[in-house]
């Protein structure tokens, strides 16, 4: 979550081609990230109702980028399977082709909305998981609007004892809840590292973050 960040201009741009007359629904837009990943970065900003979201931005020019690194690791894949030695045991080119469809959806806000969406389903009735709400209208292929929760990082474990948190606490939380998520729901969080976890001041567990999310078949789960 700390790659260099594209330009705040180059992010209003960004939007306003995105989001239309919708964008004008938008205030105080906050010129520095909250964060900026490898295919997006976040802003805060606050709508005219008065309600407090992020905006996350997709990179410009990224998915031409992909096409290109996923060309290049498809050939890659071939050169490697042909090998006897490299190839024994391993299937190149289905780990390039898995990755090109896991990434390509990646690129996708829409899909990572409606991954959201239904991974806050999962934990309404749980107080210890905290989940970010879509904003549906404000949400395109390249932008994702959610309700800003804002957390202390996971691994802060400073920060977290500093305001009476327990990390054993978050610890039993994360692993209780990542039991629901294999062998209660089948769908699960497959991006758990300290950029997506945060902890709120009441102690719960909050994930971000849902571009990257996995099934499991109901006998898999049942076996699990």
């Known amino acids: 979550d700390k790659v260099p960040p594209f330009s705040f ?33 976040v802003h805060l900003a606050r709508l005219k109702n008065g309600r407090e979201i992020v905006l996350k931005i997709q990179r410009p020019g990224l998915e031409n ?10 050939q890659v894949a071939f050169v490697l399977q042909k090998h006897p030695r490299w190839s ?4 190149w080119i289905g780990i390039a082709k898995e990755c090109k469809k896991v990434l390509l959806k990646e690129l996708d806000f829409r899909i990572e909305a409606q991954y959201a969406a239904r991974f806050k389903q ?4 749980d107080d210890s ?3 970010p709400s879509v904003i549906w209208d404000l949400s395109t292929k390249k932008v994702l ?7 202390i990082k996971v691994n802060d474990k400073e920060c977290l004892q500093s305001n009476g948190i327990n990390p054993k606490s978050i610890a039993e ?14 769908f699960f969080h497959a991006d758990p590292h300290p950029g997506n976890l945060a902890v709120s001041n009441t102690g719960a567990l909050i994930y971000y ?4 999310m996995g099934l499991i078949a109901d006998g898999l789960r049942k076996r699990i």
């Open 9 to 41: 201009e180059t992010a209003e741009i960004l939007l306003k081609s995105e989001l239309g007359v919708k964008y004008k629904e938008i205030l105080d837009l906050e010129s520095k990230p909250l964060g900026a990943a490898s295919l997006a970065q």
């Open 65 to 74: 980028l992909f096409k290109l690194d996923l060309d290049i690791m498809r």
């Open 88 to 91: 024994k045991g391993r299937d």
């Open 122 to 125: 999962q934990f309404l009735d």
């Open 129 to 131: 998981i905290k989940v």
């Open 145 to 151: 609007c959610l309700d800003y929760l804002p957390g």
């Open 173 to 186: 939380i994360g692993a209780a809840s990542y039991l629901k998520q294999l062998v209660q729901f089948g």
């Open 209 to 212: 973050d849902f571009g990257m």
